[in-house]
């Protein structure tokens, strides 16, 4: 692989090191659109034991790799100078270190910081781009700049990372449009700005034996035809603040769809097996204006309140049409608390393999429950559903009624029901690839697009909203981690870069893609 040359950028000035002990750059900005050096970033450079790439000009990176491969150990990177809007979050500007044109880019033992505006720390751009990252520890400090990202259907395979991020909109692990894919292994991410969860995904996202912690945000956000996946991961939410006024809802995990054009309509997709999710503020689950599969199993759920899913309407897609619509399997999993499904929403609920819910179910839309495997229900308030599957021993009244379809069940009854029908969107397709009933994904291999999960031989599926604005007229909020609307393409092909948008990096410029 090739090694690229040791250099500090500062202000346009190149100045190439032999050593970094004591190096002194002793130069002030004159340029107001170049942003300042940070004082303690300088001193971390200064004080790395391997080479050194600093970059303070706006819209610049200190490392840029253009279809080529190069790999970096043990280096400091540092960047300052403030972008803006789309050209940064869909394209890479003003990004750290930045990989584009299918670049083949490998980081190891480093330290890399930003501090500035929409100064993303590591960010992969464009199918064929691959940026491979270990052991190494990010920070980013002001608003819009996530710790590593992907857009236009870049690749990025991090391990042993520790990524804390400050400002709002600054998700540690971040996506926007065009997607990509994102495979994490072990490490700690902390997201600490506002509408900054510890994940925001519009992309297909893996993550293992890792901790994620958002302190004012969600844990997770999942956009659109999307997914995350978790395994042996410890989630936490604090979820103190709101960043957007289309929702009143607190939670761990919430699910959406914008409308802005930065995620396509179809199923998204949040599957967990082991390790915990908690929420330091309300409930677990909130999905509205999406169809959404969830699959759970064995996993350690902590939360404020006893909502563990709201399914329902919020401010964002076309009034009527903007709820929620999910399937929800839980295998060998302990659930609790309340599901809340509002007068234009669905669920699928199936409690399989020995799982267990003590809990009611308020729902004024169409919701089915399948209960097999020598799973258990037992109500903790009256509930109401559409349709019904268990055996004679699967329901505990626990003194309160439940109602299917209008009906009052007798506690001991065996029934058989049918799953609730949903609808997608004009060109969405049907859902991911979650689990067959049984187990949820592996963590591997993000879903595929192309099969929808049976069950007993029917489809369940998700009825994303079918309009392409929110109800007031605009293209949509994002409450979490997401940056600005912009108005590039519709998010069904990963976005190309315009001409000229990058400048030069102090290096070398990369090359436009043609």
């Given at each position: 692989?090739?090694?690229?040359?040791?250099?500090?950028?500062?202000?346009?000035?190149?100045?190439?090191?032999?050593?970094?002990?004591?190096?002194?750059?002793?130069?002030?900005?004159?340029?107001?659109?170049?942003?300042?050096?940070?004082?303690?970033?300088?001193?971390?450079?200064?004080?790395?034991?391997?080479?050194?790439?600093?970059?303070?000009?706006?819209?610049?990176?200190?490392?840029?790799?253009?279809?080529?491969?190069?790999?970096?150990?043990?280096?400091?990177?540092?960047?300052?100078?403030?972008?803006?809007?789309?050209?940064?979050?869909?394209?890479?500007?003003?990004?750290?270190?930045?990989?584009?044109?299918?670049?083949?880019?490998?980081?190891?033992?480093?330290?890399?910081?930003?501090?500035?505006?929409?100064?993303?720390?590591?960010?992969?751009?464009?199918?064929?781009?691959?940026?491979?990252?270990?052991?190494?520890?990010?920070?980013?400090?002001?608003?819009?700049?996530?710790?590593?990202?992907?857009?236009?259907?870049?690749?990025?395979?991090?391990?042993?990372?520790?990524?804390?991020?400050?400002?709002?909109?600054?998700?540690?692990?971040?996506?926007?449009?065009?997607?990509?894919?994102?495979?994490?292994?072990?490490?700690?991410?902390?997201?600490?700005?506002?509408?900054?969860?510890?994940?925001?995904?519009?992309?297909?996202?893996?993550?293992?034996?890792?901790?994620?912690?958002?302190?004012?945000?969600?844990?997770?956000?999942?956009?659109?035809?999307?997914?995350?996946?978790?395994?042996?991961?410890?989630?936490?939410?604090?979820?103190?603040?709101?960043?957007?006024?289309?929702?009143?809802?607190?939670?761990?995990?919430?699910?959406?769809?914008?409308?802005?054009?930065?995620?396509?309509?179809?199923?998204?997709?949040?599957?967990?097996?082991?390790?915990?999710?908690?929420?330091?503020?309300?409930?677990?689950?909130?999905?509205?204006?999406?169809?959404?599969?969830?699959?759970?199993?064995?996993?350690?759920?902590?939360?404020?309140?006893?909502?563990?899913?709201?399914?329902?309407?919020?401010?964002?897609?076309?009034?009527?049409?903007?709820?929620?619509?999910?399937?929800?399997?839980?295998?060998?999993?302990?659930?609790?608390?309340?599901?809340?499904?509002?007068?234009?929403?669905?669920?699928?609920?199936?409690?399989?393999?020995?799982?267990?819910?003590?809990?009611?179910?308020?729902?004024?839309?169409?919701?089915?429950?399948?209960?097999?495997?020598?799973s258990k229900w037992k109500l903790t308030g009256d509930s109401s559903i559409k349709s019904l599957t268990c055996e004679t021993d699967s329901i505990d009244l626990n003194g309160y009624t439940l109602t299917v379809d209008g009906n009052t069940y007798e506690e001991g009854t065996k029934s058989t029901g049918e799953a609730i029908e949903f609808t997608y969107p004009e060109g969405?397709?049907?859902?991911?690839?979650?689990?067959?009933?049984?187990?949820?994904?592996?963590?591997?291999?993000?879903?595929?697009?192309?099969?929808?999960?049976?069950?007993?031989?029917?489809?369940?599926?998700?009825?994303?909203?079918?309009?392409?604005?929110?109800?007031?007229?605009?293209?949509?909020?994002?409450?979490?981690?997401?940056?600005?609307?912009?108005?590039?393409?519709?998010?069904?092909?990963?976005?190309?870069?315009?001409?000229?948008?990058?400048?030069?990096?102090?290096?070398?410029?990369?090359?436009?893609?043609?």
């Amino acid at each position: 692989m090739k090694k690229r040359t040791t250099r500090i950028i500062l202000l346009g000035l190149c100045v190439v090191l032999t050593g970094c002990g004591n190096t002194s750059t002793g130069i002030e900005s004159s340029d107001e659109n170049s942003g300042s050096i940070n004082s303690s970033l300088i001193e971390a450079a200064e004080n790395a034991s391997g080479e050194v790439y600093t970059n303070s000009m706006s819209d610049g990176h200190a490392i840029s790799v253009s279809g080529e491969e190069a790999s970096y150990d043990n280096v400091s990177v540092t960047k300052t100078g403030d972008s803006e809007g789309d050209e940064a979050d869909f394209y890479g500007t003003n990004a750290a270190v930045y990989a584009e044109n299918g670049g083949q880019l490998t980081i190891t033992n480093s330290k890399i910081a930003t501090d500035g505006s929409h100064a993303n720390a590591v960010f992969s751009y464009g199918e064929g781009t691959v940026v491979n990252i270990s052991d190494s520890i990010i920070d980013t400090t002001s608003n819009n700049s996530g710790g590593i990202m992907v857009t236009g259907g870049g690749e990025l395979n991090a391990s042993n990372l520790t990524v804390t991020t400050q400002g709002g909109s600054s998700a540690a692990i971040r996506s926007d449009r065009g997607g990509g894919i994102m495979n994490v292994e072990g490490g700690s991410f902390s997201s600490y700005g506002s509408g900054s969860p510890a994940i925001y995904s519009t992309a297909n996202i893996t993550v293992k034996n890792a901790t994620l912690y958002s302190d004012i945000s969600q844990a997770v956000v999942v956009e659109g035809k999307n997914s995350v996946t978790l395994e042996n991961v410890d989630a936490t939410g604090k979820n103190t603040s709101k960043h957007s006024d289309k929702s009143d809802v607190y939670q761990a995990v919430m699910i959406y769809q914008s409308m802005s054009g930065d995620a396509d309509q179809g199923a998204a997709s949040f599957n967990m097996r082991g390790g915990s999710l908690t929420s330091l503020n309300e409930g677990m689950f909130f999905v509205t204006n999406t169809v959404a599969d969830i699959n759970l199993e064995n996993v350690t759920l902590n939360y404020a309140s006893d909502d563990l899913l709201r399914i329902e309407k919020a401010g964002w897609g076309n009034e009527g049409s903007n709820g929620g619509q999910v399937n929800f399997n839980a295998t060998n999993q302990n659930l609790a608390g309340c599901i809340n499904v509002d007068e234009i929403s669905k669920l699928n609920l199936y409690l399989q393999d020995g799982s267990t819910f003590e809990g009611k179910i308020l729902s004024e839309g169409e919701t089915y429950v399948e209960i097999s495997g020598d799973s258990k229900w037992k109500l903790t308030g009256d509930s109401s559903i559409k349709s019904l599957t268990c055996e004679t021993d699967s329901i505990d009244l626990n003194g309160y009624t439940l109602t299917v379809d209008g009906n009052t069940y007798e506690e001991g009854t065996k029934s058989t029901g049918e799953a609730i029908e949903f609808t997608y969107p004009e060109g969405s397709g049907q859902p991911g690839n979650p689990p067959d009933g049984q187990t949820p994904p592996d963590g591997t291999t993000p879903p595929d697009g192309t099969t929808p999960p049976d069950k007993d031989g029917q489809k369940p599926g998700g009825n994303s909203p079918d309009g392409s604005t929110s109800s007031d007229g605009n293209s949509g909020d994002k409450p979490t981690g997401a940056p600005p609307n912009g108005n590039p393409p519709d998010g069904t092909t990963p976005p190309d870069k315009p001409d000229g948008t990058t400048p030069p990096d102090g290096t070398t410029p990369p090359a436009k893609p043609s």
